[in-house]
């Protein structure tokens, strides 16, 4: 069913900060009953904490459930203030029924000069032995400009690693730094047609990867490294989002991948010279609740 912009009725309280706003949303198609609305309630207040103005609400269903749980649909944040001479504000939008990730948006405004950012904190992990800290990944994207960061929340805030990924053109440029190591490399990619080329330097190691798409199944990838090494991987579409991935190395291993829809299966096989030394066979399936 589509839903209908023509249709959509809204009905507005009063002003007044604190009171609800309620939404029927009409949908195209014929219906026994009232399944057709979807009556959504939104709320929303303010307060001031010093010189940050904050504001907060909650968006939920209205339909009439046994599933209370199932009601809130969003809870979003928003405090502005000004620094300097920026006036900042940053807005978080979570869905009520995946609390896994948050979508952020950052504005500063400092006369005719205006940034906007748009992140998404797409991962927070916990220990659950340990809930005094949490590893976090927040990806930002700001046009063709993106931004991933990874960083650890205990007692303090640090940051382990950070990229950032421009595209021009044809070409992708991706520096990264690992604070950790305190090494920093950068990624330069091409992509043409069937072809693309990938080069990836730090300091003291550099790699170039071509891949080329032999036709609708077929990926053939050789790498080769300044220090002579050299890899080629193949892989193949099995279709119905299965694949099937063969990495050599000579005289190192030869690695298999088999995706076959929620099931992966690897086989590691170390090779000597032009014998195969032994087998390492993983299989493990992805279960979503």
């Not at 709320?43 to 001031?48: D, N």
């Amino acid at each position: 069913m589509k839903t209908s912009a023509i249709a959509l009725l809204t009905f507005l309280g009063t002003a007044a900060a604190g009171k609800p706003q309620l939404s029927i949303n009409v949908q195209d198609g014929n219906f026994a009953d009232l399944g057709g609305l979807d009556p959504t309630i939104s709320w929303g207040s303010s307060t001031t904490s010093g010189d940050i103005d904050i504001e907060y609400g909650i968006e939920a269903s209205a339909t009439p459930t046994a599933d209370i749980a199932s009601l809130p649909r969003k809870i979003w944040g928003k405090a502005s203030t000004s620094v300097g001479d920026w006036g900042v504000s940053a807005r978080a939008d979570l869905d009520a029924q995946d609390l896994s990730s948050a979508d952020i948006e950052v504005d500063a405004v400092n006369g005719d000069l205006s940034i906007h950012l748009e992140a998404n904190a797409a991962r927070a992990d916990l220990d659950a032995q340990d809930l005094s800290s949490a590893d976090i990944e927040v990806d930002a994207v700001n046009g063709d400009l993106s931004i991933h960061l990874e960083a650890n929340a205990g007692e303090g805030f640090s940051v382990n690693k950070i990229e950032a990924t421009k595209v021009v053109d044809e070409f992708t440029v991706t520096p990264r730094y690992d604070l950790t190591t305190e090494s920093a490399d950068v990624v330069i990619a091409y992509a043409s047609g069937d072809t693309s080329v990938e080069v990836t330097a730090s300091k003291d190691d550099q790699s170039v990867t071509i891949t080329q798409k032999v036709d609708d199944d077929n990926t053939v990838s050789p790498t080769i490294t300044s220090s002579g090494d050299i890899s080629v991987e193949w892989e193949r579409s099995l279709g119905d989002d299965s694949s099937l991935t063969t990495t050599f190395k000579p005289d190192d291993s030869i690695d298999v991948e088999w995706k076959d829809a929620a099931w992966t299966a690897t086989v590691n096989m170390p090779v000597d010279g032009t014998d195969i030394t032994g087998a390492n066979v993983s299989i493990k399936r992805e279960v979503n609740f």
